[in-house]
């Protein structure tokens, strides 16, 4: 072969990226889907490319998606009789719109059930939370445009950045995966300021309904505590959904489960973890609550002792020599103030208090030196134990 006919290709790691694509059957899946078939490229195929395309560490725009594949074995990728040229921007904005109109929440579902269905992977448990992706641009309508816009389009705003960039606008993204991340299940784009403690019960319940009409066990849902709360729980409770989830510190059920010193302690083979459990019952119904402390957190938690025992303090400090400054109508009147501002003091410090009176006189006028006594509330001042 003479040596201007030869021609390099690099395939790199996208051929198997490819072969687990058609090992998993997304090009077949979205095929058998679309109605228009006659396409010279189908929608599963562009689907492929852009797959490609996107893990191919390029970052470029849709109409130079030709130019990223002039150099790739696009026949072995993608399939025979397909170029690079065949791969415009017409042709890839044409699926964008097909996998919009039938629903990509809906196509992601189905393609992982029969992933998850070829490479033998079971769906429990399930590892649910939410992310953001922060953008750049205005990302404005014009007035009376909004009527225009496709209602399920999700909203491009402000909103808790976990890239702590609040500056710019962001979109989210919930997603359900199996253990450890191995096989996405279930995925749902959200407004850029979506809450979790809504949006996260939305997503569970949707997948197990998802699950039970595939015929696959539901398993376990596993999300963080932005999904706890009282609403939530009883509503899983009623549904069915089987969870697992971390308990947030501020109920007062949480507070005085961790103060609890059980009786007996389970303990993991190397001494570094031990636990206790608890059965709770909660208006929500019973849930069955583990608490779990570490060596090393043990370790952390003894080294801030002393910087948050000096916050306190001073916190106390202020908050008494405001309360010493105050005028009651009488002595009783102080001690009740008193005594209601110390039932959230912390039980390492003490306060000692005394009230000191001053008469008040019907007239004007100097009273007599005898009487010259101050009736003023005194400073209090904690004193450590």
């Given at each position: 072969?003479?040596?201007?006919?030869?021609?390099?290709?690099?395939?790199?790691?996208?051929?198997?990226?490819?072969?687990?694509?058609?090992?998993?059957?997304?090009?077949?899946?979205?095929?058998?889907?679309?109605?228009?078939?006659?396409?010279?490229?189908?929608?599963?195929?562009?689907?492929?490319?852009?797959?490609?395309?996107?893990?191919?560490?390029?970052?470029?725009?849709?109409?130079?998606?030709?130019?990223?594949?002039?150099?790739?074995?696009?026949?072995?990728?993608?399939?025979?009789?397909?170029?690079?040229?065949?791969?415009?921007?017409?042709?890839?904005?044409?699926?964008?719109?097909?996998?919009?109109?039938?629903?990509?929440?809906?196509?992601c579902a189905g393609i992982a059930a029969q992933a998850r269905r070829?490479?033998?992977?079971?769906?429990?448990?399930?590892?649910?939370?939410?992310?953001?992706?922060?953008?750049?641009?205005?990302?404005?309508?014009?007035?009376?445009?909004?009527?225009?816009?496709?209602?399920?389009?999700?909203?491009?705003?402000?909103?808790?950045?976990?890239?702590?960039?609040?500056?710019?606008?962001?979109?989210m993204l919930a997603l359900a995966t199996t253990q450890e991340g191995?096989?996405?299940?279930?995925?749902?784009?959200?407004?850029?300021?979506?809450?979790?403690?809504?949006?996260?019960?939305?997503?569970?319940?949707?997948?197990?309904?998802?699950?039970?009409?595939?015929?696959?066990?539901?398993?376990?849902?596993?999300?963080?505590?932005?999904?706890?709360?009282?609403a939530n729980m009883r509503h899983f409770a009623q549904t069915g959904?089987?969870?697992?989830?971390?308990?947030?510190?501020?109920?007062?059920?949480?507070?005085?489960?961790?103060?609890?010193?059980?009786?007996?302690?389970?303990?993991?083979?190397?001494?570094?973890?031990?636990?206790?459990?608890?059965?709770?019952?909660?208006?929500?119904?019973?849930?069955?609550?583990?608490?779990?402390?570490?060596?090393?957190?043990?370790?952390?938690?003894?080294?801030?002792?002393?910087?948050?025992?000096?916050?306190?303090?001073?916190?106390?400090?202020?908050?008494?020599?405001?309360?010493?400054?105050?005028?009651?109508?009488?002595?009783?009147?102080?001690?009740?103030?008193?005594?209601?501002?110390?039932?959230?003091?912390?039980?390492?410090?003490?306060?000692?208090?005394?009230?000191?009176?001053?008469?008040?006189?019907?007239?004007?006028?100097?009273?007599?030196?005898?009487?010259?006594?101050?009736?003023?509330?005194?400073?209090?001042?904690?004193?450590?134990?």
């Amino acid at each position: 072969m003479a040596p201007e006919e030869m021609g390099i290709e690099r395939l790199d790691h996208l051929g198997i990226v490819a072969g687990m694509c058609r090992e998993i059957g997304l090009v077949d899946y979205l095929d058998a889907r679309d109605e228009h078939t006659h396409e010279r490229v189908s929608v599963g195929t562009a689907t492929l490319a852009m797959i490609l395309n996107g893990l191919g560490f390029a970052n470029r725009r849709m109409y130079l998606v030709p130019q990223f594949f002039a150099t790739k074995p696009v026949a072995h990728l993608l399939g025979a009789g397909i170029s690079a040229v065949d791969l415009h921007d017409e042709c890839l904005g044409r699926t964008l719109d097909w996998l919009y109109a039938h629903n990509p929440t809906a196509l992601c579902a189905g393609i992982a059930a029969q992933a998850r269905r070829r490479v033998g992977v079971s769906s429990r448990p399930l590892h649910v939370d939410t992310t953001s992706f922060s953008v750049r641009g205005a990302y404005a309508f014009e007035e009376g445009e909004v009527d225009e816009v496709d209602a399920q389009a999700i909203a491009i705003t402000y909103g808790y950045s976990r890239d702590h960039r609040a500056d710019l606008k962001q979109w989210m993204l919930a997603l359900a995966t199996t253990q450890e991340g191995a096989i996405p299940v279930f995925l749902r784009p959200l407004d850029g300021n979506a809450s979790d403690q809504r949006e996260l019960a939305q997503i569970i319940e949707a997948l197990v309904t998802h699950l039970r009409e595939a015929g696959d066990d539901e398993g376990v849902d596993v999300a963080d505590s932005g999904v706890y709360s009282a609403a939530n729980m009883r509503h899983f409770a009623q549904t069915g959904v089987r969870w697992i989830s971390r308990v947030p510190e501020t109920s007062r059920e949480a507070k005085a489960l961790a103060r609890e010193e059980p009786a007996h302690w389970q303990t993991s083979a190397d001494r570094k973890t031990w636990w206790f459990t608890r059965r709770m019952d909660l208006p929500q119904g019973v849930e069955r609550w583990i608490v779990v402390a570490t060596q090393p957190g043990e370790a952390r938690a003894h080294a801030s002792v002393p910087r948050r025992a000096q916050q306190d303090r001073e916190q106390w400090e202020r908050q008494l020599w405001h309360l010493g400054n105050q005028e009651f109508a009488c002595q009783a009147d102080a001690e009740i103030e008193l005594q209601r501002r110390l039932k959230t003091l912390p039980a390492w410090l003490r306060v000692e208090s005394r009230v000191s009176i001053r008469a008040q006189y019907a007239s004007k006028g100097h009273p007599p030196r005898e009487l010259n006594r101050s009736v003023k509330a005194g400073r209090r001042k904690p004193r450590p134990p």
